[in-house]
């Protein structure tokens, strides 16, 4: 088995050189080292979500102490309209609630429907909980047979809200003596706006109460959709990221992702975002037999109309990396996470997210070495 500590082995300094030299990337994936971007920026999604529960604040805790520049909260409401970090409004994978006989009338009885998400009867809803309510649950992994060592931790943490995380980024932050920044984003804005639960007036109301709406603040606000950005431009000066899927189009939008992310859409897209953060796939898409392929030109047209490009997901399990970086059977095993991720910062992107922040704090220090 191929575990976390054997792949974090190759981190002493002194092989930094080999292992770059090592990686194998398509020459159109370079970038001269000096025309990369200065700093190119970790991500912890949703926190350290690797190793503990993720959207939990001791995931989140742990993204910090491992390096991550920024953590990434997911927000939706509850339906006190309180904002609470949970990938997705539905909550049966995330938390103990099925063990809650209390709340066992607010299963659903018809399958329901989020952004062309069906969720099956029986699910559970964070807009149909209180804070309260929410509070007396526990979080568990979401994908327990990927990750099980993760399962030791259910039960422990409960449900965070946004400002939580913020009053423990604010702690960490002097802690650490670095201002580590937060990536929130808003989960299906325009479903929520339909049931009166808003997610941009408290956002922005919870950013200003810990002085971070404000130009120059170490936040960026990210959304799927186009339309709630494009809303928000006005509202604030931090920076705002638009998410691409590799298919398909914003909800109620008539432009699709990849309308989006030709030249002329990056450019409209320039005048109101300042970032965009695609699937890793559209910046290197993979070969039919799910090796990894010749880079894109997006992040050099993402760059000449202006953007940051910070593209998502990273993860070090074999199930999620190309072919030919898998090490081993097993798809839960650890592969070549590493030199992924250095052959995607060869690229030229300004960032990345990834479930183990260390890994990407490791690629980026081999990659700038």
Aim: net charge neutral.
């Amino acid at each position: 088995m191929v575990q976390r500590r054997q792949v974090l082995r190759l981190g002493a300094a002194a092989a930094a050189p080999a292992l770059v030299a090592a990686v194998s990337a398509p020459a159109e994936a370079t970038v001269p080292k000096a025309s990369a971007p200065r700093f190119q920026l970790v991500v912890g999604h949703r926190g350290a979500s690797g190793y503990r529960p993720e959207h939990t604040l001791a995931s989140y805790e742990l993204a910090a102490r491992m390096g991550a520049d920024y953590i990434e909260p997911d927000l939706v409401s509850t339906k006190d309209h309180v904002l609470v970090c949970r990938h997705e409004p539905e909550i049966s994978g995330t938390t103990d609630v099925a063990a809650h006989p209390e709340f066992a009338d607010r299963a659903t009885k018809q399958p329901t429907v989020i952004d062309g998400t069906t969720w099956p009867a029986g699910s559970f809803f964070t807009y149909d909980f209180t804070l309260a309510e929410l509070k007396t649950l526990r979080a568990v992994e979401r994908i327990p047979a990927v990750r099980q060592e993760n399962t030791l931790y259910n039960g422990l943490f409960q449900v965070p809200t946004f400002a939580e995380m913020l009053e423990l980024r604010k702690r960490l932050s002097k802690e650490l003596r670095r201002d580590i920044g937060v990536i929130p984003e808003t989960k299906h804005p325009t479903f929520f706006r339909g049931l009166g639960l808003e997610l941009e007036t408290p956002l922005l109301r919870t950013l200003e109460r810990y002085a971070l709406n404000r130009r120059g603040a170490e936040v960026w606000i990210q959304s799927f959709e186009a339309a709630n950005l494009r809303a928000l431009r006005p509202r604030t000066k931090v920076n705002l990221v638009f998410l691409t899927s590799a298919s398909g189009s914003p909800f109620n939008d008539p432009k699709t992702y990849a309308e989006y992310l030709t030249p002329a859409g990056l450019a409209e897209l320039s005048t109101y975002v300042d970032g965009i953060g695609p699937d890793k796939n559209q910046v290197i898409p993979r070969n039919a037999d799910g090796t990894l392929g010749t880079p894109s030109t997006l992040v050099r047209d993402a760059h000449a109309a202006g953007l940051k490009v910070i593209p998502y997901t990273f993860r070090a399990e074999n199930q999620f990396l190309p072919v030919d970086y898998r090490v081993g059977t097993n798809p839960n095993d650890y592969g070549r996470a590493i030199d992924e991720q250095i052959t995607f910062l060869r690229t030229g992107i300004d960032g990345l997210f990834t479930d183990q922040p260390d890994i990407g704090v490791l690629a980026r220090a081999l990659f700038a070495a």
